[in-house]
């Protein structure tokens, strides 16, 4: 076994004591008022949907030149527009790190969390949030520099790791940890972009997090292959978008918008082709487009619904290979169920 080099334990002290930044607006919206409908109601009134995302990882939500934000949660957000107001473009932004992203959802400054969040039981009952699906399967793994000659996450014993407060990830790393017999030191730092330069410059011998966060950190770096993702996955990390408790008509949009991407990619139907199957005889696709049945009614939204999100966002498939694929990421458990994968929407019927 190749021994790793740990960082000096003067250096881990400045990080581990470092000031965790708390995210303020730039606008504060108001609380949204109480009750089932209450949310969409709201949105409408505005004109515009806000959508909670990560202040930057690569592939999933980030801003580019020009301010405009892009990604896997981005563009699911922007699907979310598109069956609303039959446009993608009228959404608001506001970036949350993982200390904020809970209250600022809670408080109404932003009506969806789209925002690489794990699915857990206390997140789901006692912080008054509605999980609406799982877009990204993903799991906890490491990274270290491929100088280190690491080659499994059991050589980890005795380094020091970086990890983010306030997230599923710091409790897995501890519960590893014990698991395995394994002593680590942590640097705990709020904001992604100091916890990824403390890892950098080599302050931390080892940064976890998601899977797919490690494959967006690495593809950011100046030479990718100084890095290495170990091939141990120690979590389950079911990713999805959130909303308040009790926002059920929203919550209903929210939903099936995802399962409408699932089921045109299944089917077929993609941003380039949806005007023309709507000629398809499939009975499926003919309740997908709108041209049988009353789908859109059911969510409360027009007809077409899902055509405007296929056709101006794509399937779930078009966004993955626009938004993941480049950056490394596999379809995995991601791929469509009838495709050895876990992704499966209900009938739409």
Same mark, same amino acid.
């Given at each position: 076994? *190749? ?179 394994? *002593? ?166």
């Amino acid at each position: 076994m *190749r021994p790793i080099r740990l960082a000096t334990l003067g250096a881990l002290g400045a990080l581990a004591l470092g000031t965790c930044f708390s995210h303020t607006a730039a606008a504060q919206q108001p609380a949204a008022p109480s009750g089932p409908t209450a949310t969409l109601d709201a949105i409408r009134a505005r004109g515009t949907l806000i959508c909670g995302v990560n202040a930057g990882l690569a592939g999933f939500s980030q801003p580019d030149s020009q301010g405009n934000w892009r990604g896997f949660d981005v563009d699911f957000c922007r699907a979310v527009s598109a069956a609303i107001f039959g446009d993608p473009s009228k959404v608001r932004y506001v970036p949350t790190t993982t200390q904020s992203r809970f209250t600022a959802l809670q408080s109404g400054e932003v009506d969806i969390l789209s925002r690489n969040t794990t699915w857990s039981m206390s997140r789901d009952t006692s912080l008054g949030l509605d999980f609406e699906g799982i877009t990204f399967y993903d799991g906890q793994g490491f990274m270290v520099k491929t100088s280190t000659g690491v080659k499994t996450a059991k050589e980890l014993d005795g380094a020091t790791i970086c990890v983010q407060p306030g997230t599923t990830t710091e409790q897995n790393l501890t519960d590893w940890a014990r698991s395995n017999n394994i *002593r680590f030191t942590p640097v705990v730092i709020e904001r992604l972009e100091e916890l990824v330069a403390a890892y950098v410059a080599g302050r931390c011998d080892a940064f976890t997090t998601d899977v797919s966060g490690l494959a967006g950190t690495r593809s950011a770096q100046s030479n990718p292959a100084d890095h290495t993702i170990l091939p141990d996955v120690i979590s389950k990390e079911p990713l999805g978008p959130s909303i308040r408790h009790g926002d059920q008509r929203f919550g209903d949009i929210v939903r099936w918008v995802h399962f409408a991407m699932i089921t045109a990619e299944e089917l077929g139907v993609t941003s380039a082709n949806v005007d023309s199957m709507a000629n398809d005889p499939r009975p499926d696709v003919q309740r997908l487009v709108g041209k049988t049945g009353d789908l859109g009614q059911m969510v409360g939204l027009p007809a077409n619904w899902a055509v405007n999100v296929i056709k101006r966002v794509g399937n779930y498939g078009e966004v993955f290979d626009r938004n993941l694929t480049p950056i490394g990421i596999q379809r995995g458990p991601n791929a469509l169920w009838n495709k050895g994968g876990l992704q499966y929407a209900p009938p739409m019927r």
